[in-house]
């Protein structure tokens, strides 16, 4: 069965620190990733997708990198600020699986003071 | 620019009834989903049109019910919902079908059956 799990569950941090979040993914054949981030009560808003052949990709402050070898990828945030805040949903979708995403059940991640 | 927008955002129903769940997407995207997001599961597909004039199941569709209305409307219609359908629900819309699409959400309809 195809899986996406991410650790870990919930994270607490210090605002200003930065924190690396992990998804391992067991789907195959695969054809991309996402890091989607989820507000309280909003819908999901996308933070980054790569394809296979790509390692690493940025946005802002979130950097995620991907090893296909290894089926794993991380979400790194640097400098956390208290709008990180959030639940951090890593995506896997299959090559020629038409619209089937595979979701994981998030990371719900706490910035505090 | 509104995106993709969802009615109602809240909802409460008794067992048996029904109602439908509206969406519409301003960005002119040929497809669009309906997902249900539950504790401790990741969202899973309900039902998608990959173009207007065609709708699709997806991983869990039994008890749900869609229509295209147009290339801007795609509702979902639960005909007489049960406790298992309470339940936060997602539209999305993306360009076009495929999973090399972005995929946009709207804000959400978290629906209780008592």
């Known amino acids: 069965k195809n899986q996406v799990e991410q650790s870990p569950q919930s994270l607490i941090i210090l605002e200003g620190k930065n924190c690396t979040l992990q998804?391992?993914?067991?789907?195959?054949?695969?054809?991309?990733l996402r890091w989607y981030k989820q507000d309280t009560g909003r819908g999901p808003v996308s933070l980054t997708i790569?394809?296979?052949?790509?390692n690493t990709k940025s946005n802002g402050r979130y950097t995620a990198t991907l090893d296909a070898d290894t089926k794993q990828s991380s979400l790194h945030i640097t400098a956390s600020q208290l709008s990180d805040s959030a639940s951090y949903i890593c995506v896997v979708s299959l090559t020629g699986g038409g619209n089937k995403l595979t979701f994981g059940t998030g990371t719900q991640l706490k910035v505090e003071l | 620019n509104a995106g993709v927008t969802q009615t109602p955002k809240f909802q409460v129903l008794k067992t048996g009834q029904s109602m439908t769940l509206q969406c519409a997407q301003d960005m002119n995207h040929n497809s669009m989903y309906w997902y249900r997001q539950d504790p401790g599961m990741g969202l899973r597909l309900i039902y998608y049109s990959a173009s207007e004039g065609t709708t699709d199941k997806g991983e869990v569709p039994n008890g749900y019910n869609v229509s295209r209305l147009n290339k801007r409307e795609f509702s979902l219609r639960l005909e007489s919902a049960a406790p298992s359908q309470t339940s936060v629900y997602f539209c999305?819309?993306?360009?076009?079908?495929?999973?090399?699409?972005?995929?946009?959400f709207g804000p959400g309809t978290r629906l209780t059956v008592t």
């Open positions: 998804c391992n993914y067991t789907v195959s054949p695969f054809s991309n």
């Open positions: 790569m394809t296979f052949s790509e």
């Open positions: 999305a819309s993306s360009e076009k079908p495929g999973s090399s699409y972005e995929q946009y």
